[in-house]
């Protein structure tokens, strides 16, 4: 979904994901002018995928693996992963990280949620009347009924 572009009608909910901002903009002129009243405007995003979480998540493994082992062993496990350098927990998360994310798409887990960016404002462009647009009058002349009284 990254590069993929939504529309809002309303500036609020966003919906769709077209390749450009420019197809964007047109589905949302054309749902805007669906409406019961059409908003003077439409905003486009730019999609940016969720993320899934799967980073830093070293740390909290390391602390759980210790409390693990002392809850098993007691005392003897004291020193377990009590020296792991800052590169070791970088590795770690490295590690974690990608494993994570290939289970989430292994899995079909992966977010389906996004949040947008780049938001740009665009006026809807009034409708156009075609040339057989005849004008009616709207208001009859005082006095004048149509059914002749």
Do not use: C
Not at 36 to 49: D, E, L
Not at 70 to 99: C, I
Not at 106 to 135: C, D, M, Y
Request: glycine fraction near 8%; aromatic fraction near 8%; charge should be negative.
């Amino acid at each position: 979904m990254i590069g993929r572009y939504a529309y809002s009608v309303h500036g609020e909910k966003f919906v769709g994901a077209y390749p450009t901002r420019d197809e964007a903009v047109e589905r949302a002129f054309e749902v805007a002018r669906m409406l019961p009243t059409p908003p003077s405007s439409v905003f486009v995003g730019k999609r940016v995928a969720g993320d899934p979480q799967a980073k830093n998540l070293a740390r909290n493994v390391i602390r759980l693996m210790r409390e693990r082992a002392l809850s098993a062993v007691g005392d003897e496990a004291e020193g377990y992963l009590a020296g792991v350098t800052k590169e070791q927990e970088a590795d770690l998360d490295k590690s974690l990280a990608e494993s994570v994310v290939d289970w989430l798409e292994r899995h079909e887990l992966a977010p389906t949620f996004f949040k947008i960016e780049a938001v740009s404002e665009h006026p809807v462009p009034q409708a156009r009347r075609n040339g057989n647009w005849k004008e009616e009058k709207e208001v009859q002349y005082l006095g004048q009924a149509p059914w002749g009284l």
